[in-house]
């Protein structure tokens, strides 16, 4: 009966541990524009859209994809993103590639080639915390990565029921 009752306890220490790991998400990729992929578009709106409808964590994944001659213009201010000033845009990326986010916050994406943010080659994002639904303020880097509580929790409860079981000799 002994033997039971510890199966019994490890069988539901790996129930509540699944149960608490089950929040946690893997980062998404996204490939910018779909298949229309990272070019100037017909439509002014076009990347507004598509990103509208999406939440975006820390560690997504963006890949922007083109042919022809575009750049990506990554900003951290509305300020050259609003007006399309591409000549005062920090960080510039001259081919396609994938971009991870690092942290929570507003990120504006746009082309600094010609005219291509003024004809709507371009969008904004605000990227959520993997631990809140609402947005938060950016976090300094932390060398010890987070401890989900889920897990926190799995693991007391484990350790409590062991106790009780073996207390007890249930």
Known sequence: MGR???????WICSIVAMLSII?????ADYTVG??????????????IDWASNKTFFVG???FFNW?????VGIEREATHYDNCNTSAVGLLIGSSFRYTIPETG???????????CARGQKFSI????????APSSPQPDSAAPPISFGILVAFFSCFALHMLTTTFKV
Do not use: K
């Open 126 to 133: 605000n990227v959520r915390s993997l631990n809140s639904e």
């Open 60 to 62: 997504d994944n963006l």
């Open 23 to 27: 929040d946690v998400s893997e980062a």
């Open 34 to 47: 779909d298949s229309f992929g990272w070019n100037v578009p017909t439509n002014e709106s076009f990347y």
């Open 67 to 71: 042919n022809g001659d575009h750049m």
């Open 4 to 10: 039971n009752v510890g199966l019994n306890i490890i």
């Open 106 to 116: 507003p990120y504006y994406f746009l082309c600094t080639v010609g005219d291509h």
